[in-house]
């Protein structure tokens, strides 16, 4: 095996890590927004039964005030606010990659 060949393969198994990390950390996403729903579906349902029973007016309140706080809120997992970490990231980065590498290879003729 060359030094060619070994950098090479060296090359590509880093691009595979960073596109797996990648999927890891977007399917991380997925999973918070999917908490984030389940989290608002469990306090509606409490929300509801607090309120069913008449006897405690504050506790019904307060539970429809965090309810409307998460409802607000719209938890997410982003990157500094710049965007999100979802699984759209995953086929934004291969179109990225894609319309890079076809740049490249029309450009390659003035190098």
Not at 11 to 22: D, E, H, I, R
Not at 45 to 72: K, P
Not at 86 to 108: D, E, G, K, P, W
């Amino acid at each position: 095996m060359t030094k060619d060949t070994f950098l090479g393969n060296v090359n590509l198994l880093q691009v595979w890590l960073f596109f797996y990390a990648l999927i890891a950390v977007a399917a991380s996403g997925e999973c918070v927004l999917a908490a984030a729903g389940d989290l608002c579906r469990s306090l509606a349902r409490l929300s509801s039964e607090l309120c069913r029973d008449n006897e405690s007016l504050e506790l019904c309140a307060a539970a429809r005030d965090v309810l409307r706080a998460v409802r607000v809120s719209q938890l997410r997992l982003s990157a500094c606010a710049l965007f999100d970490l979802r699984m759209t990231l995953v086929t934004a980065f291969l179109s990225l990659t894609a319309t890079y590498s076809i740049v490249l290879l029309q450009l390659t003729h003035f190098l």
